[in-house]
């Protein structure tokens, strides 16, 4: 058997229902399915309720964070993670639209990906542009989870002293320096 080398961090979220399955059973649906593909779960958070971002722009999504190891490379683990939305009818309609499944490669091992400039130029986007523009390449690590409690939150769960390979801080660090309204909006499923 080949050995697993690369640790990924992979974000989940949805705010749909599909049919009569709630948003966590198609959470949970989700890493079943990843669970039987090429990659080992090493780890998964509690379930989370966090407000809809923007405020008022549809029902609250339900978030998770899991570890994993794998062999696969980062552009193929996130062509998986592209064809499990799909399969649990995600649909890119809308940047930031509502979904029924969001699995978002966060981190892998410390992987740059492509460069620093690229990810401090994401990074520091004004949110009237994150809105529009969407990177056309893979962003690794995401350059926006250290502003995201619904990322941080689950992720602290599972790997609080992971180190971000650009910012230093680990994952109890970031989440520490999340205003404290952001952090009360957040409560276990």
Known sequence: MTEIR??????????????EQSVVH?????????????????????????????????????NAA??????????ALLDLLHQVEADFARRRLQRWGM??????LIAYDDLICPDVATFERWKDLPLDQQMQEAPGQMLIPHPRLQDRGFVLVPLRDIAPDWRHP??????????????????SEISPV
């Open 166 to 183: 650009i910012l230093g801080q680990t994952v109890r660090e970031l989440c520490a320096a999340l205003p404290m309204s952001d952090l």
């Open 66 to 75: 899991i570890a994993i190891r794998t062999n696969l490379s980062p552009r």
């Open 6 to 19: 690369s640790e990924a961090f992979i974000a989940m979220g949805g705010n749909l229902p599909i049919g």
């Open 99 to 104: 979904r029924t499944l969001d699995l978002d």
């Open 26 to 62: 198609t959470l949970i649906g989700a890493v079943e399915q990843l669970s039987e593909s090429d990659i080992r779960l090493s780890a998964v958070s509690r379930f989370y309720r966090t407000p809809c971002f923007p405020a008022g722009s549809g029902p609250d999504y339900v």
